[in-house]
């Protein structure tokens, strides 16, 4: 969530970056995709609080470092998605 905005109590609003699972991306689901893998992007949308159900924590997973002991039945990312280029990145 990046900014919360509100005309008044009943109209509040959010501007968010999405998170996509693997699969709901263009080219898919790879190997190397961890099963509690999340990729965070820079798709923007503003949506309505009511909307949301929850607060989620998730892990940022350093390969290049072997002393991260990162917790894979959690949610952790390792990799960003650009929407306008459609392409993946290693952070």
């Not at 008044?8 to 709901?24: A, G, I």
């Not at 949506?47 to 892990?59: G, L, P, R």
Request: aromatic letters at 12%; a negative charge; glycine letters at 4%.
């Amino acid at each position: 969530m990046l900014e919360v905005r509100a005309g008044d109590e009943q109209h509040v609003y959010l501007r968010v970056y999405w998170l996509f699972r693997p699969e709901d991306l263009p080219a898919g689901r790879k190997w190397y995709h961890g099963e509690n893998e999340v990729i965070p992007s820079n798709y923007m949308q503003i949506i309505d609080a009511m909307s949301v159900n929850n607060k989620i924590d998730i892990v940022e997973w350093n390969e290049t470092n072997d002393e991260d002991n990162i917790e894979l039945d959690k949610l952790f990312w390792r990799q960003t998605w650009n929407a306008q280029k459609k392409s993946l990145s290693v952070r």
